[in-house]
């Protein structure tokens, strides 16, 4: 995928091209209930979300994974790796048992699709997979739940979901490595150690910006591109490697990491540049939300914590009814903030790609704004905190409100469970767009932020 300055350099860019327990033990009202209109119920529907995700599809099996977004979005029951690391991470902060049990059934199925993928047995994980059977838009039928008739994991070949990102392998890396620190349960470090093993086969590079390169596509064919989010990523799971092994090579290899990050940093604008295309010359423009806020996860570093001040300063949005392309309803507004300065300069007269809504500048996406708000309790400056449950009472409220209607595999989703990924229509700068559906990725963040689990700096 690319944007209006290069190719994308995030893990959310489509890479395309060529054991667990039964679903009756897990349900949605297992955590404690909450008094309605409180923090703690948003945060227990929210908990039901990710547990209705998860259950979609129970005639299918116990091993599986959680479909991403509400049908209405269009991609059926597609499980992206990134949306389930997250997943993960989020009912491992919740604190109770149930929160465990689910986590772990995804890590098995992680596990799972480590050992079963059908065409690569070397730690790999696929960016996405299919958890339901559906019929696609040529008319093809996908009849299997998360694992195959002949026994492999059915990755996502219908929207060309079969690529391998290094920022997807991280984050799955992390949630493992947190599994194995929960429960002590040695075949979740060893899935992540094999995992780092690939990252660091297939990424390294000894190009003069150095870092980790962006992974391979369907086609098992290299990617050119290096990405400071991804790198980011690297920072924090190789250090959590290193601190669980106690093997030296991982402190190494993050060091490897870091100075990339490091390489990327503007210290004029007070922000992290996106990457490089090339090994060589630094992307300049776009520049997305998540390297700054990321960066202070991973890095805790006091040279770089203006970046949390660029973002709350220059992505910035505040989204309501008048806006031009808004989806908001009359008399609702949001703040938070956009995925990067591309989005404030979106062409509004033009849809984000065919058949999709024309976007809209003031969109807010919850997901970025949930890594705000987690980053400024983690910084803990004046007024931090504040501004922080500032962002957290704006995705509360537009969980409460926004994305009614919606399903998943077909059954109503539970009335204000749920954040929707954006607002309004919103154009990443990156050639793809998030919209008003509800989205486990930005549920899980949501649910970080709320519970103030730093997942890069364990």
Known sequence: MTGSHGPALSRRALIATGLGVGAAALTAGSAAAAAPGTAAAARHRALGFLAAAMDAYPEHGTIRLAQSYTDQAGLFSTAFTYDNALTILAFLANRTHDGVVRATVLGDA????????????DGRLRQAYNVGPYTFYDGSPQPDGFV???????IGRQFGFTGTAVGDMAWAGVA??????????HRFLKGAVRIGEWIDRTGRTDEPLGGFKFGVDGANAKLPFTSTEHNT???????????LTGDRVWRERRSVARKFVERMWEPDGGYFYTGTNDGVTINKSPIPEDTQTWTHLALDSPAYRGSLDWVARELAVLDSADRRNSAVPAGQSYRGVTFSSASLRADEDAPIA???????????WFEGTAHLALALRDRRAAEDEKRARGLLASIERAQELLGGGQTLGGAPVAPGSGVVSA?????????????PYRHAGATAWYLLAAARANPLRA
Do not use: I, M
């Open 176 to 185: 493992l490595a947190a599994l194995a620190r929960r429960t002590g349960e």
């Open 110 to 121: 992680l596990l799972y699709a480590q050992a079963h993928d059908p065409d690569h047995d």
């Open 233 to 243: 990523d690297l920072v924090g799971f190789f250090g959590q490697l290193a601190r």
């Open 354 to 364: 065919d058949g999709q809504p024309k976007p809209c500048r003031h969109g807010v």
């Open 423 to 435: 607002s309004s229509p919103l154009d990443t700068g990156f050639g793809f767009g998030y919209y």
């Open 148 to 154: 195959r008739a002949d026994g492999t994991a059915n």
